[in-house]
């Protein structure tokens, strides 16, 4: 069966489903690595749960295939309620606490406390790392932290069984050590376990690599912190409703001191590059349009040919809409953002996720009449938020 008829008739079914909801298509939801940022990730979720919009398919990296693993892992009356669990076990105070005489006192004590105590329910401090740079750790110790306490968390909250059902499909990044390629390991294709979660948050030097397969893997955002590649590059495609959501931002000010550069540093080095990949797949995507059009124009003695059809399996009906949720920057945010796991930045940048998302919901910038040949349509915030 060629592309265009395997396309055809996976939309066939899904679009039962999907005008049954409301929605142009599955449900995909693709969460970014950040750390203590992905807080905004379970905001978003909680919108979407609320609304009774569940994904069935979701793809993260580092802190978004945590919380991607907590989604799936649980069945949806659960779901909310693990990721509560999670993100208050990561909650950081620090052993000190001042009144804010000093603007930010009480985070930078959060900070140290970070560094130096982990997280009990996360990470913990290595002390052999700091022997030496020469000193014979072992590739799966080689780090600043263990990880072991976040296994430990995951295996607690997450059923990994209910996760290999693929209702929803996981698909979580992770970085191949010694290649430098890419790997997306995929319900879909294998079972997935704690480890292929840790392997997607080992973020080097603070966290040694995750092996599996006999193979090493470092945190997928290395690589592609924003995995919305893994929707495009799909087969068969599929008429898709996306909630890429962002944690870093693209677009800031000049950096006129030490404390901006450190600051905008990360955020260039993390944001996604979705404008990018979007350009250039609405390019792909718009030309497969183009030949499915071409060749409905053909006489059907034509069509048959079977050099025709090799030629027209080219072609493509689907649509994708993509809906790019970003999270805000706080006041006084520095580039220890992504470790300000204190109460209140979680429950801020939670309630932002939760805010935005809600507004997304009630604007539904996915419907409409769009372009025929408009294959992938990117729908920026700014659309729902003036």
């Known amino acids: 069966m060629n592309d265009v008829q395997d396309n055809q008739q996976d939309n066939s079914s899904q679009t039962i489903e999907s005008q049954a909801r409301g929605l142009p298509g599955q449900i995909v939801l693709v969460l970014e690595g950040g750390g203590a940022l992905g807080s905004y990730q379970a905001g978003v979720y909680q919108a979407l749960h609320e609304a009774g919009i569940e994904p069935d398919w979701i793809i993260g990296t580092s802190i978004g295939a945590i919380n991607a693993s907590l989604i799936a892992g649980n069945v949806p009356p659960d779901r909310l309620l693990r990721l509560e669990e999670f993100w208050k076990r990561m909650e950081q105070d620090p052993i000190w606490k001042f009144r804010e005489v000093f603007p930010g006192i009480n985070d930078r004590l959060s900070y140290w406390s970070t560094i130096t105590r982990g997280i009990s329910g996360f990470f913990r401090p290595n002390p052999l790392a700091h022997v030496g740079d020469g000193f014979p750790l072992g590739a799966e110790l080689a780090g600043y932290y263990s990880t072991a306490p976040l296994e430990a968390t995951l295996t607690e909250l997450v059923d990994f069984d209910l996760v290999n059902l693929g209702k929803p499909r996981l698909t979580v990044g992770a970085a191949h050590v010694r290649t430098s390629q890419m790997r997306y390991f995929d319900s879909r294709e294998c079972a997935l376990g704690v480890k292929h979660i840790l392997a997607s948050g080992a973020l080097p030097p603070a966290f040694p690599a995750v092996r599996i397969e006999g193979e090493l893997y470092w945190d997928g955002g290395i690589l592609s912190n924003t ?160």
């Not at 990360?266 to 183009?290: E, F, M, W």
């Not at 499915?292 to 053909?298: G, I, S």
């Not at 220890?336 to 997304?360: C, E, L, Q």
């Not at 349509?377 to 938020?385: D, R």
């Open 227 to 386: 995995p919305t590649e893994a929707v495009f590059d799909d087969y068969p495609r599929k008429d898709s409703l996306i909630f890429s959501v962002h944690l870093w931002n693209p677009e800031g000010p000049e950096p006129s001191t030490m404390a901006d550069v450190l600051n905008r540093h990360k955020d260039v080095q993390y944001s996604s590059r979705i404008s990018s990949h979007i350009a250039r797949h609405q390019q792909a995507h718009r030309l497969r349009h183009v030949i499915n059009q071409l060749a409905a124009r053909l006489p059907e003695a034509e069509r048959n040919d079977p050099a025709v059809r090799e030629l027209t399996g080219y072609g493509c009906q689907t649509r994708m809409h993509v809906v790019r949720l970003l999270a805000p920057q706080l006041d006084r945010e520095t580039h220890t953002k992504d470790i300000d796991f204190s109460p209140a930045g979680i429950m801020r940048r939670w309630n932002a996720g939760y805010a935005h998302t809600k507004a997304v919901l009630e604007r539904a910038p996915w419907a409409g009449e769009f372009d025929p040949l408009s294959a992938v349509i990117l729908h920026e915030q700014v659309e729902w938020m003036t």
